[in-house]
């Protein structure tokens, strides 16, 4: 069902898009400027792609072939392709709208109305689609039906996010990862390939670790690892289970004692540095097996996080957690034990979060997770990395981890026995006999 993932994923950045436009309608309540430029950008490419494009193949072959084979269908799809044959005259208002805010005929605050009123429709329209008409035409459709839909979609030249994306929407695109990072569960695999990824072998060295040990009584689990993380990189640390993967990251956050070596952050040498220091420095850690405080709300495992924070920032900075994990939002006060482990994972990565690391270190962030969930994960971890932050990844699933890293190392038995590019491991034939499966 190739179109049924193309159509999830083009509501996913539709939906981004929607949340764009109204961090952009809040900020004119508050004040802001009308930004034309955006406005125009947002607006030529739901005329290009999804008027042009998205609509009519929905329309011709997915929605026709639906009412040939489902009785119920009818009543569902002859409001959606009302909206698809008036998407195009509301599009045309909203410009007018937009023309007459700019030159002052209309209040930013009614430009703002306007664009809710829009929004709301584009996000009920998604939510109809997601969970009636996907779910019927998984059920109702037959393989002949399935071979021309697929057709049809297969040939899907997104502008915005596609592989072949245009110049033109370049700062659209920068300001959607920017305002509205993906939200997990609306079916998004990807977020583009317009954002180039900066030269990082030339920025400044944040983290130097060199000849770190660590025992337990006389086992000695790490035998003097030296790795070091760039600001800006992701850089991922694989290997089997019971490498040292993990006593690595709690030897580094202070919480397991180091007997040999030196740990450098920003410049400093905190080797001796106790973990609540180390974490007040930008050092934040999501567990192992998410360690989630159970008994506790969502709202208060976020704020947690923040404990180090100014207080007056932690709404701002939960808000934020929200957006990235709609689901979470949704819960806030329920106890974060009645999550499933892929939103308890969500809530630990929120948390870390909430502390504004500037070294987020993620451990297992896959570990006993459904494939789909672990998918999800992943597009989080790589919506982090397009913002620039600094990242220490260990992870059992090397494929996944170095497939976003900027370099890796390979921990075997407490030692770094291969180190290089994200993808060089990846084409190494003994990673890929090791840890691929290749």
Not at 36 to 61: G, L, M, T
Not at 244 to 258: A, E, I, Y
């Amino acid at each position: 069902m190739d179109a049924l993932n193309i159509i999830s994923q083009d509501h996913s950045n539709l939906w981004r898009l929607a949340t764009t436009i109204d961090h952009v309608a809040a900020d004119m309540e508050a004040g802001a400027p009308v930004e034309q430029s955006f406005f125009n950008a947002v607006f030529d490419y739901i005329e290009q792609f999804v008027d042009r494009s998205h609509h009519p193949k929905e329309d011709d072959y997915l929605f026709r072939l639906l009412r040939l084979r489902s009785p119920e269908a009818a009543s569902i799809l002859d409001s959606l392709q009302v909206e698809h044959r008036d998407g195009p005259a509301k599009l045309a208002a909203l410009r007018d709208k937009v023309s007459q805010a700019s030159a002052g005929a209309l209040s930013g605050g009614q430009l703002a109305t306007e664009l809710r009123s829009y929004t709301v429709g584009l996000k009920a329209h998604i939510r109809t689609e997601e969970k009636s008409v996907l779910p019927l035409a998984r059920s109702a459709l037959l393989e002949a039906d399935w071979a021309e839909i697929n057709q049809a979609f297969l040939d899907n030249d997104d502008p915005l996010f596609g592989e072949k994306a245009r110049e033109e929407f370049r700062q659209l695109f920068h300001r959607i990862v920017s305002l509205a990072p993906e939200s997990v569960g609306l079916g998004g695999h990807s977020e583009g390939t317009l954002q180039p990824l900066p030269d990082r072998t030339k920025a400044e060295v944040q983290l130097r670790v060199e000849g770190m040990e660590s025992c337990y009584g006389r086992i000695k689990a790490l035998k003097g690892i030296s790795i070091e993380v760039r600001r800006g990189e992701t850089v991922a640390l694989v290997g089997a289970n019971g490498a040292g993967k993990t006593t690595f990251l709690r030897t580094l956050s202070g919480v397991q004692p180091m007997s040999a070596g030196s740990i450098h952050f920003k410049g400093e040498d905190i080797s001796r540095l106790r973990s609540d220091k180390r974490m007040r420095l930008g050092i934040c850690q999501s567990p192992e097996g998410r360690q989630v405080f159970g008994p506790l709300s969502i709202e208060d495992n976020l704020a947690l996080g923040a404990y180090t924070q100014p207080r007056e920032q932690v709404a701002g900075d939960m808000e934020k957690i929200f957006t990235m994990f709609p689901i979470l939002k949704e819960k806030r006060a329920l106890p974060a034990g009645t999550l499933s482990g892929g939103q308890q994972q969500m809530l630990a990565i929120g948390r870390a979060l909430m502390g504004r690391p500037s070294l987020l270190l993620l451990d297992e962030p896959s570990m006993g997770l459904a494939p789909l969930l672990v998918e999800e994960v992943f597009n989080v971890i790589k919506m982090l990395k397009s913002k620039g932050m600094t990242i220490l990844l260990v992870e059992q699933n090397a494929f996944a981890a170095l497939a976003i890293a900027d370099r890796g190392y390979v921990l075997e038995t407490g030692t770094v026995t291969l180190t290089g590019t994200g993808q060089e491991l990846i084409s190494n034939e003994q990673v890929r006999a090791a840890y691929l499966g290749m």
